[in-house]
């Protein structure tokens, strides 16, 4: 067998799923804490000449990021190789400029601090704004996948007459193709945004009030984004939105501020776990996993 798939434990469900679509064992390893709080890695499987898949949700990276470092190294110095982090989020998009003078811009930091230590990387929709793709600052094989046909085909399934709507220009993208892929009609905000929880909503006047709205985002974070256009969209008296995220954050009390804003229903991809992920990205990380099987 020379394919190996470590999994960190929260990310276990998932990658069951990977393994049976994939000609792949289960690696083995151990991962304590001392009780100093220090980390303890130990990896017990024949990791030489392999291609090892380390599967690893990166919500609340910090957390994570030594545990993934530590692993990563030493499966190298077992003579993995190759070791490819899936990763369904990918963290640290969302600061790639300096907005102000002295900020750290975290994405390219991150990007080079995760290159430097894995051989390639398989993520589902990074928030590529002013970085228009992955390998622009990831020096490493990169796949990014889609989870457009998934959500479309969710859509199709539960919701009758959809609007699809983008709460900003960036969201544009993959709003587009969802509507595309549905024949339905699609329109985009504008969003500025002032702080965290901050932003202000210019949103266009809908006129066919027959129209169920579905807001699509890539993150739902603080829930702000979704529902400010909530807001909008009820005061134009069109029915409650559905809200489909793609990377379910939810930081602090923001799945409970979203449901209070009077959408009718919150439904995210299984790129993070969470109780509203109803819509399964598996298929998809397999295909991608199979491209950098055959590339390597
Ligand atoms: C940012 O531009 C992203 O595409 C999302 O719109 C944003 O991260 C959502 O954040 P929040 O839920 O905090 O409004």
């Given at each position: 067998m020379n394919i190996l798939l470590f999994s960190f434990p929260e990310a276990v469900a998932l990658t069951n799923k990977l393994q049976a679509h994939l000609n792949a064992e289960f690696g083995l390893f151990q991962v304590r804490d001392f009780p100093d709080g220090e980390t303890y890695v130990r990896i017990?499987?024949?990791?030489?000449y392999k291609t090892v898949f380390i599967v690893c949700y990166?919500?609340?990276p910090n957390t994570k990021a030594l545990t993934l470092m530590f692993m990563a190294r030493t499966l190298k110095a077992l003579g993995a190789k190759n070791v490819i982090l899936v990763a369904p989020y990918l963290p640290y998009?969302?600061?790639?400029?300096?907005?102000?003078?002295?900020?750290?811009?975290?994405s390219i930091q991150f990007a080079e601090w995760l290159s430097s230590i894995v051989d390639g990387l398989i993520t589902i929709d990074p928030h590529l704004h002013r970085i228009k793709q992955l390998t622009d600052i990831y020096p490493i094989s990169v796949i990014t996948l889609h989870a457009i046909k998934p959500i479309s085909e969710w859509i199709k399934q539960h919701v009758s007459n959809p609007l699809i709507v983008g709460?900003?220009?960036?969201s544009f993208q993959w709003v587009k193709m969802i509507a595309d892929e549905l024949g339905a009609p699609c329109v985009v905000s504008k969003k500025t945004r002032h702080g965290d929880r901050d932003i202000t909503i210019e949103f266009p006047v809908i006129n066919d009030k027959h129209l169920t709205p579905v807001i699509v985002d890539d993150i739902i974070s603080t829930g702000t984004s979704m529902a400010k256009i909530a807001e909008q969209l009820l005061m134009q008296t069109l029915s409650p939105p559905i809200c489909i995220g793609i990377?379910?954050?939810?930081?602090?009390?923001a799945y409970d501020h979203l449901l209070n804003a009077g959408v009718k229903e919150i439904v995210t991809c299984n790129t993070i776990p969470h109780v509203?992920?109803?819509?399964?990205i598996s298929a998809i990380l397999v295909d991608g996993m199979s491209q950098l099987v055959n590339v390597n």
């Open positions: 017990d499987s024949d990791v030489t990166l919500d609340h998009m969302r600061q790639d400029k300096q907005f102000h003078p002295g900020e750290a811009i975290t709460p900003d220009e960036e990377h379910a954050l939810f930081s602090h009390d509203t992920n109803q819509i399964d």
